[in-house]
């Protein structure tokens, strides 16, 4: 089976943010393509505000990645549950990807380029 994942640098500088505050910046994500579906941008973890995330035990397994552990998102105005995710020990196909977050876009969750 040929692997549907392609990995690359994400071109410019992103952020997420979340209940208004800003959780991370960085010019080093990563842009990760899996099949037809749009493209997610993982973000190295230090450049994430990692006190403002709670590891949670909710967990999902890719048969391509690997299995994903989950963290909520602990904003002042609200919490996001299982809201951003990361691949601890991903699968060699995806291994670009381990020490990097990605995020549910949702209502107060957002990704965007700056």
């Not at 209940?19 to 973000?43: C, K, M, N, Q």
């Amino acid at each position: 089976m040929s692997n549907p994942i392609t990995i690359r640098p994400a071109e410019g500088t992103w952020v997420v943010r979340a209940g208004g505050a800003v959780l991370g910046e960085s010019s080093g994500a990563l842009e990760l393509t899996e099949g037809d579906r749009p493209f997610v941008i993982y973000f190295p973890r230090g450049d994430i505000a990692m006190a403002l995330l709670d590891a949670s035990d909710h967990r999902t397994t890719c048969p391509h990645k690997g299995e994903a552990s989950y963290f909520s998102i602990m904003s002042k105005s609200r919490s996001y549950t299982n809201a951003a995710w990361s691949y601890e020990d991903p699968k060699p196909e995806a291994a670009a990807i381990k020490g990097h977050l990605a995020f549910y876009v949702q209502d107060g969750v957002m990704v965007e380029q700056v």
